[in-house]
């Protein structure tokens, strides 16, 4: 019932639902409505009352629990993770699922936490994750195949997120910008680092880290990456449920990474293909260390984005950095 008033409450995004409207499509008392608001206002709620207008969500818990997360993933019918790590101020989310890792943790082991002191991205960058403002989290994969297929699991994870996002954040337009950041409007809201731990060629276990800025304000981001980053919060005018949206990314994650396991590949890239804000468009990218423009067609079957230089050659890229064109 309290979930039913929340996604009630979170429609109206900020404005005001009456209790009687309330009551009539709960088909509960306006009594027992007062109680359940009670209730969202003690698990961390912040719902102004008023007399006259109802009732308006005005801010969400700045703590994830274990208890929401769960509920969420139920409701979601997620069976994939196996053992959550829920903290409230981490060095980095990546540290602490590789030395659980390292312990044996299995496949599906989550760790999340509501701060990063040092989150960290790729090439070294610094990842900005304020408290009770994003979902900071990596999960354990044990996919024990050959190492050269790792960068199809970064495609399938930007994948699954661009899906999720682009559910729980609708209307939003969400693409992805090869190889894993995702970008609205050419600003990025969510990264992705995946790091591999292999024996004999073979993947021991991949960590999967995903940074989403959901709730951030402007004021949460240094003014350097303000025109480059934005939150999802930032672009609907609304928070959102952090829970929710953890549980919509691993019912997409599941769902794939089940198609990738028996179907390979292929429908992966199909998908990848579709979400890409990437392809087509004459671009400036380091190749071997060098500035050079070329036209993104692709993927190829390893999860290698395929770029056609102006002179008509064609380069798979694994892990360059892409330059954005000016402007
Ligand atoms: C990037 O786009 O550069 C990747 C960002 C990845 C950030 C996430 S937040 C959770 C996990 N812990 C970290 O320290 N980094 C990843």
New binding site residues.
Partial sequence: MNNRILELLEKQGGSYLSGELLSQELGISRTAIWKQIKKLEAAGYEIEASRRLGYRLMGRPSKLTMQELGLKLQEKQVSMIHGIRLFDAVD???NIAQRLAEDGAPEGTLVIADQ?T??????G?K?V?PHGKGI???FILRPGMPIHFAPQLTLLTAVALCRALRAAAAPLDIGIKWP??LLIGGK?IS???LESTAEEERLRYVIA???ISVNLTKEDFPQELLDIATSLQIQLGRPLGRAEIVAGFFAQFEQLYAIYQKEGFAPIQTLWEALSVTLHKPTKLIIGGKETIGTPIGLNEQGALIVQREDGTRVPLFSAEQVPPAG
């Fill in positions: 980095s989310t990546q990063q040092n989150g960290r991205g790729r090439m960058r990842w994750s900071w989290m990596s894993n950041d990025k990264g992705i680092l880290g995903i940074g």
